[in-house]
C-alpha cells in the first residue's frame, strides 16, 4: 500500500521555525520524486518545493525562496521541509506528493501519490 504520510506541523509565531517530514511506503522512493504544496480553503493548491531523489535537483516558489530548505534521506525513505522565517501568509495545509517522472517539477499533474496532509498556522 502506497502511503505518504506528512507530520511537524503546528502553530507557529511569525518569524519561527518549522521542519516538516514526509515518509513514504510502498513505492519505490529513490525512483520517484518529491514535493510539497500547500492549501488554503477557497484557493488552489499551490506547489511550495520539489526535489528529484534521481539526481538532487530542486525548484522552490518564489514566494519560499531563501527561506525554505527541501532535502531527501533517501536511507529513510524521508522528504523534509525546513521552514524559516514563517509569515502568516505560509499558513495553510501542507502535502507531500510523489511524482514517477522523478524530477523536481511544480507541475500539480506530475504527481501520482499524495498524503493527507498537515497544518501548519502561523501567528502574527
Known amino acids: 500500500e502506497v502511503q505518504l504520510v506528512e507530520s511537524g506541523g503546528g502553530l507557529v509565531q511569525a518569524g519561527g521555525s518549522l521542519r516538516l517530514s514526509c515518509v513514504a511506503s510502498?513505492?519505490?522512493?529513490?525512483?520517484?520524486?518529491i514535493g510539497w504544496f500547500r492549501q488554503v480553503p477557497g484557493k488552489e493548491r499551490e506547489v511550495v518545493s520539489c526535489?528529484?531523489?534521481?539526481?538532487?535537483?530542486?525548484y522552490y516558489a518564489d514566494s519560499v525562496k531563501g527561506r525554505f530548505t527541501i532535502f531527501s534521506d533517501n536511507a529513510k525513505n524521508t522528504v523534509y521541509l525546513q521552514m524559516n522565517s514563517l509569515k502568516p501568509e505560509d499558513t495553510a495545509v501542507y502535502y507531500c506528493?510523489?511524482?514517477?517522472?522523478?524530477?523536481?517539477?511544480?507541475?500539480?499533474?506530475?504527481?501520482?501519490?499524495w498524503g493527507q496532509g498537515t497544518q501548519v498556522t502561523v501567528s502574527s
Open positions: 506528493a510523489a511524482a514517477g517522472i522523478n524530477i523536481a517539477t511544480p507541475e500539480i499533474d506530475d504527481y501520482d501519490f
Open positions: 510502498g513505492f519505490a522512493f529513490d525512483d520517484y520524486g
Open positions: 526535489i528529484s531523489n534521481e539526481d538532487g535537483s530542486t
